[in-house]
């Protein structure tokens, strides 16, 4: 074979039509197993890659997906990227990561960029949609909801039970004999947030365990404010032997601060985070935390998209991604 290789060169290679083979690589869900991933090999080994120029000239389409998201310099969100970026460029897309800040402004900008047509599709990581987009219950291009819901958006969704997973964290440290057990949730009203919260108040009634008052603080998922309101914990008359953490970041700094405060962890207090960062099964002690498959959701969510932009409709119900309660040295039966 001479030259750039073709889509007819792995169709004649495989005995497949050449319809086929674009449907396959186009992420179109239309070619099933084992058809497609022989195809996608083939195109692997024969280093094929779309004529991106031709099919924007073709389909008038820019070729581009967002992946808008609260911080960028977030690590949570690396990840989800790679499974996004894997998925879309297989299919010949590339991605825009969009960081918004919780500006409103750069929000509606980015949903800008679709309607202007510098974007085919997103997927929205912010747990919320501009007044405009709210507005109009018909938005004019493909957007994919990745883990932070939004009520009410009649978007689809790929997320977790954020409130299950919490009742097994918490259930964890009732396991383990712990029977004052405070919570450090995320930014309440935001609907994560809630949820979390409201897995560790119904794991402690399963369990017919008091919230003491001054149990339940309300972080922003930043490290710092994880030491601060773990300062305050610790102020109590009757301080926690255990805390519930909503993310793995305020997690470290509810740490920092336990050690500050010559607390030992977990000898004096154990600690749960959620996330599982990549930083969490090296930092000392490491982590006990819920562990989200955040590349796998990645795919999920540009598996979606893709099929949204061939003209299916999206999964009428949220798509729902297990999660692993990972236990490490940050958490210990309780003494005393």
Do not use: W
């Not at 073709?58 to 967002?66: F, I």
């Not at 690396?78 to 991605?95: F, I, M, P």
């Not at 825009?96 to 990581?125: K, S, V």
């Amino acid at each position: 074979m001479s030259g750039r290789p073709k889509i007819r060169d792995i169709a004649e290679q495989l005995g497949v039509s050449p319809a086929t083979v674009s449907r396959a690589l186009s992420g179109s869900g239309l070619v099933a197993e084992p058809t497609l991933s022989r195809i996608r090999d083939a195109a692997q080994a024969l280093n094929y890659r779309p004529n991106v120029s031709a099919r924007r000239l073709r389909t008038r389409r820019s070729m581009n997906v967002l992946m808008v998201v609260r911080d960028v310099g977030n690590p949570f969100y690396l990840d989800v990227l790679k499974g996004v970026e894997a998925t879309a460029r297989a299919a010949g897309y590339s991605v825009l990561m969009g960081n918004t800040e919780n500006d409103p402004g750069r929000e509606t900008e980015y949903f800008n960029m679709l309607r202007d047509g510098h974007a085919d599709g997103m997927i929205l990581m912010t747990g919320k949609l501009p007044q405009e987009i709210r507005d109009d219950p018909a938005p004019d291009a493909p957007v994919v909801v990745a883990l932070e819901a939004i009520e009410g958006s009649g978007l689809p969704h790929v997320q977790i039970d954020n409130a299950a997973a919490a009742r097994e964290a918490v259930r964890h440290l009732v396991g383990l004999g712990h029977r004052r057990i405070a919570h450090i949730a995320g930014p309440i009203p935001e609907i994560m947030a809630k949820l979390r919260r409201d897995g560790y108040r119904q794991a402690m009634a399963e369990a017919g365990l008091p919230i003491a008052e001054g149990y339940e603080q309300r972080g922003d998922y930043l490290l710092r404010s994880g030491q601060d309101l773990c300062r305050v914990l610790f102020s109590l008359p009757e301080p926690p032997s255990a805390i519930f953490v909503a993310n793995d970041e305020m997690a470290y700094g509810a740490i920092h601060e336990l050690r500050r405060l010559g607390r030992d962890v977990p000898g004096d207090v154990s600690v749960v985070g959620f996330d599982d960062l990549y930083l969490s099964a090296a930092f000392f002690p490491p982590l006990t935390t819920i562990s989200q498959p955040r590349t796998e959701i990645g795919r999920q969510a540009m598996t979606i998209l893709l099929g949204m932009l061939a003209g299916e409709p999206g999964p009428a119900e949220p798509v729902e991604m297990p999660v692993t309660l990972q236990i490490r040295g940050s958490t210990a039966p309780h003494h005393g």
